[in-house]
């Protein structure tokens, strides 16, 4: 059901109900005044000891009938014994005979009540009762213009009210209409814009109904399909290039070996040697490239209950060997009971991770400190080294694919720029946060934050 629909049988209800009710309470309003009225004359009618033509007449002269269409006395026999009329308009005698024979069989007063044409016709009738017998009949007609033109003034004010309200209701019904066509055609463009890859492109609908709540909606969609798309681009481009280099490398030093006569064999091995660098480098970016496809693709996994502080004993015995060749020293700050729901391959991954970049760019006689403790229903994870740190400027990209200090960690370091995004993402994995800030001797201090299990609750 159209609002316009809705309108139309309001302004329906509007013309016909409150004239109803008008028009019914004046048939209350006749009824409690003419029947007392007929009530009256016919109790005095009884008064008389003989009912004769000259009597009801002697006695009905005293009483008040000029207000009245028509006033009839009959007898028994329905013959009138008196009659006066002021207004015989609209009257139907058969009318009111009928209601007289009514009253004089079933000894009741009879009332009825009509509107027509803007007037009411009003018949009352009441029986003369004398010693228990029906004797004869006072019967009333009133015929009334009056009431029914306030009637009728109501109606026509109501049809001109409702007239008004029509037209404003059509009025506006064409507005909205046409707004909500044209808010509507803006969404539809939009998303046809978008389909054609244009995820720039926002809808402007103002207001705060649904259509504006829809509208916000889809420029929040759109903002998220740019920035997924350019995600995408960059990362094909990145990844493009950190590919394309080592195999360049590797193509550069192969066509050497072969162009070159009688190189001799220091040359050779050390040609071959930057080979296997350059594709060692490709196999792990190649390996972070899938790493990082994997954790897109939110594939399954089965969580298990891992200590936190077991793993980072681990991940230190295993880099303590690469930390004492670098001058580095590792020193742990472990509390007990850190267990939290996670894969301990992937947990151990984001930790060692972030050791090794402590230790890579440290300092000479540097030191790594690796602290897990608990907080607040959370198990946190702190790796902080002594280094070089990262400049203010690089520290919102650091988590981003392929983003490097290149002042610091270059490709010459080994980096690929995808480590810190893989920890982040990884930590994400299991429902933790990772955060970055400088150390007060200069370094970095990376914390990842994990949701604690209690495993005495299993």
């Known amino acids: 059901m159209t609002y316009l629909t809705i309108a139309v049988l309001a302004i329906v209800v509007l013309n016909t109900y409150p004239v109803a009710i008008a028009r019914d309470l004046v048939f209350v309003s006749k009824e409690n005044t ?3 009225h007929t009530q009256q004359m016919a109790a005095a009618v009884e008064s008389l000891e003989r009912i004769t033509p000259e009597n009801v007449s002697l006695v009905m002269a005293m009483l008040e009938t000029d207000s009245l269409s028509r006033v009839s006395v009959m007898n028994a026999n329905m013959d009138e014994l008196y009659s006066v009329v002021n207004d015989v308009n609209r009257y139907d005698e058969r009318e009111l005979f009928s209601l007289a024979r009514k009253a004089l069989l079933d000894s009741s007063d009879e009332f009825r009540v009509s509107f027509s044409d803007g007037a009411y016709m009003s018949y009352v009738c009441v029986p003369i009762v004398d010693g228990g017998e029906v004797t004869g009949a006072v019967c009333v007609y009133e015929y009334d213009a009056g009431e029914g033109a306030i009637v009728l003034g109501l109606r026509n004010d109501l049809a001109k009210i409702s007239v008004g309200i029509g037209v404003v209701a059509l009025i506006f019904a ?56 350019e995600t995408r681009r960059r990362f094909v481009a990145d990844a493009s290039h950190e590919l394309k280099t080592p195999l360049a490398a590797i193509r550069l030093l192969s066509d050497t070996i072969l162009e070159t006569d009688n190189m001799d064999e220091a040359t050779v091995k050390e040609f071959v040697s930057g080979i296997r660098e350059e594709s060692e480098r490709l196999a792990r970016t190649t390996g972070q490239l899938l790493a990082l496809t994997k954790l897109d693709n939110a594939t399954a996994i089965t969580r298990e209950i891992v200590d936190v502080g077991d793993v980072s004993r681990k991940v230190a015995g295993t880099l303590d060997p690469i930390a004492k060749t670098a001058g580095v020293e590792l020193e742990l700050e472990i509390q007990p009971d850190l267990h939290i729901m996670a894969t301990p391959d992937e947990l151990f991954q984001i930790i060692y991770n972030l050791v090794e970049n402590a230790i890579k760019y440290n300092k000479d006689n540097g030191k790594v400190f690796i602290r897990a403790t608990r907080g607040d229903e959370t198990v946190v994870v702190e790796v902080e080294d002594t280094g070089i740190g990262i400049p203010e400027s690089d ?51 990376f914390t990842v934050t994990f949701p604690y299990f209690n495993a005495d609750t299993k």
Do not use: C
């Open 34 to 36: 003419l029947l007392p």
């Open 395 to 445: 520290m919102p990209y650091i988590f981003d694919r392929f983003y490097r200090v290149e002042k610091s960690r270059g490709r010459d370091e080994g980096g690929t720029g995808l480590g810190l995004s893989i920890v982040r993402s990884t930590a994400q994995r299991h429902g933790g946060e990772i955060e970055a800030r400088h150390s007060p001797s200069g370094g970095m201090i």
């Open 174 to 229: 064409i507005i909205l209409s046409q707004t909500m066509s044209y808010r509507v055609t803006r969404v539809l463009d939009a998303i046809k814009n978008v389909r054609e890859g244009e995820y720039s492109y926002r809808v402007g609908v103002k207001g705060h109904d649904e259509l504006a709540e829809l509208a916000e909606e889809f420029n929040s969609l759109t903002h998220r399909l740019q920035r997924t798309e």
